[in-house]
């Protein structure tokens, strides 16, 4: 097989790849603990913001109210996020991860920091700040992503 035929020469090729390595590496330490992609997101978001509500683990996940619904549910089934009802507004829940969300996901963090140094290795701090300049350039001039 020609190892040109598997080296990424665009841009965009580049880019894609770093992005796979990152998100594999995610994947493999969320399927450790027996999650989805979107259930860690949830258990991150909802450890950073005890207390939300629906809409905005909808908007943090860009995705709808009645997913969200779905996904929370799986996570009270195994004892990871409860909600709660707000006194004097039983129609408000908020949610909360438990003490066993909150550890089933402790570390997270940590492991995309290092999967981060490991893919930024090959670069000095000058070259990372140049990387981070472009980046948020391109950035800027991109549409928000939504719902869809």
Do not use: C
């Not at 089934?77 to 707000?86: A, D, H, Q, S, Y």
Request: charged share 25%.
């Amino acid at each position: 097989m020609d190892a040109r035929a598997t080296t990424p020469t665009s841009t965009l090729d580049l880019m894609r790849w770093i992005v796979w390595a990152q998100r594999k590496t995610g994947e493999d330490w969320i399927r450790e603990r027996g999650l989805t992609h979107e259930q860690s997101a949830a258990l991150v978001y909802l450890v950073r913001n005890p207390g939300a509500i629906q809409r905005d683990i909808a908007q943090m996940s860009r995705t709808s109210a009645a997913s969200v619904s779905s996904l929370l549910r799986g996570l009270e089934r195994r004892g990871l996020v409860e909600r709660r009802t707000e006194p004097g507004n039983e129609r408000s829940k908020r949610v909360y991860a438990t003490p066993a969300g909150s550890e089933l996901i402790a570390g997270f963090d940590t492991a995309m920091t290092s999967v981060e140094e490991t893919i930024l290795a090959p670069l000095d701090q000058a070259e990372r700040a140049t990387l981070q300049a472009l980046l948020t350039k391109i950035a800027a001039d991109l549409p928000q992503p939504t719902v869809s």
